[in-house]
């Protein structure tokens, strides 16, 4: 039998939007699995409860195709994952690396909810969802991913104002992940391009040659694998009176917990002794 409710899912080549397919199939969602590189679904196990759509969140004709793709299923729910970050100290930032970012993890996560929105607006009163990934960076900034930092604050902006706009009707729902082991720092490598080269003789030479190894080391060791970190996005998604906001890892809470309580010289001062910006 088809499934009653299905969510679609921005993201799923890889990491916690393909650890989400497998979450979301296995408690009996039907799945709308999106990329934007279709090969990369070609992988998934097929079933009545898949449809593998094209989607790139910064290109508007796939957004339009994929919402005719889907018109014919009883959608219930959209996880907004797709995202990643762009590097770098913003002294050296091209204006186009910030643009590019917000137009994926900003205008790219609304121009998607504008589309599916008036489908999900279809199911019951209360019974859609609207999920937005955004991350611990969206409650607070660390220095070398001011472009990151600035995208993930304006989603829990976007998903703050839509709750108040519709939540009584839709549950949104902002999850906020601290270190998660996927393929996000190896993306980071490559959209930061020719920065080494640019920040080579500056002071944030070493900071830069040091950063990607130290944070892909800190999430191989701390990270949550992308498999916890689904099933909580899952728990929430569907439960009967989802939370507005899902922390997910100790580092996450205790970070922005060290954030609030912490004087901001002292907080000032660990951030850079700890990105070697002393
Ligand atoms: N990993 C972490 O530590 C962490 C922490 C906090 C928040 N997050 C957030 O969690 C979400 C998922 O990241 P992840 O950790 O699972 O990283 P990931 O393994 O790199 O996955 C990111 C996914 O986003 C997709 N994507 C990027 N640009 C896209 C576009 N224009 N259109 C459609 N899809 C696009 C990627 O597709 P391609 O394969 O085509 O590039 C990939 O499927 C992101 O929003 C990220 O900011 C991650």
């Known amino acids: 039998m088809q499934a009653q409710n299905w969510v679609l899912i921005t993201g799923c080549s890889t990491g916690i939007g393909r650890a989400l397919v497998d979450v979301c199939r296995e408690f009996g969602w039907g799945v709308i699995a999106t990329a ?3 090969d990369s679904l070609a992988d998934m196990r097929d079933g009545i409860d898949l449809l593998k759509v094209r989607l790139d969140v910064a290109d508007m004709d ?3 195709s994929a919402v005719r793709a889907v018109e014919h299923l009883p959608l219930r729910a ?3 994952n797709a995202g990643y970050g762009q590097m770098g100290p913003l ?3 091209r204006p186009e690396e910030l643009r590019a970012q917000l137009e994926t993890n900003v205008i790219g996560l609304h121009a998607v909810t504008y589309a599916f929105l008036p489908i999900i607006k279809q199911r019951r009163h209360g019974e859609g969802r609207i999920v937005h990934v955004a991350s611990v960076l969206g409650r607070l900034s ?3 991913a001011g472009a990151y930092n600035a995208s993930k604050h304006a989603v829990v902006a976007l998903a703050e104002t839509l709750r108040l706009e519709i939540g009584r009707e839709i549950p949104v729902i902002l999850v906020e992940p601290g270190a998660i082991q996927s393929k996000f720092r190896v993306t980071v490598k490559n959209a930061w391009g020719d920065l080494p080269q640019r920040v080579a003789g500056t002071p944030y030479q070493s900071t830069v040659d040091r950063y990607a190894n130290k944070r892909e080391e800190y999430a191989g060791k701390h990270g949550m694998s992308a498999d916890d970190c689904a ?3 899952f728990r929430a998604m569907n439960a009967k009176h989802p939370p507005r906001r899902v922390i997910v890892g100790a580092d996450s809470y205790w970070s922005q917990l060290a954030h609030k309580v912490i004087p901001a010289p002292i907080w000032e001062y660990a951030m ?3 990105y070697s910006l002393l």
């Open 142 to 144: 660390i220095p070398m």
């Open 91 to 93: 002294e050296a930032l």
């Open 231 to 233: 099933l909580k996005i």
């Open 62 to 64: 796939s957004i339009q």
């Open 36 to 38: 934007r590189t279709p």
């Open 272 to 274: 850079r002794r700890m």
């Open 78 to 80: 959209l996880i907004n």
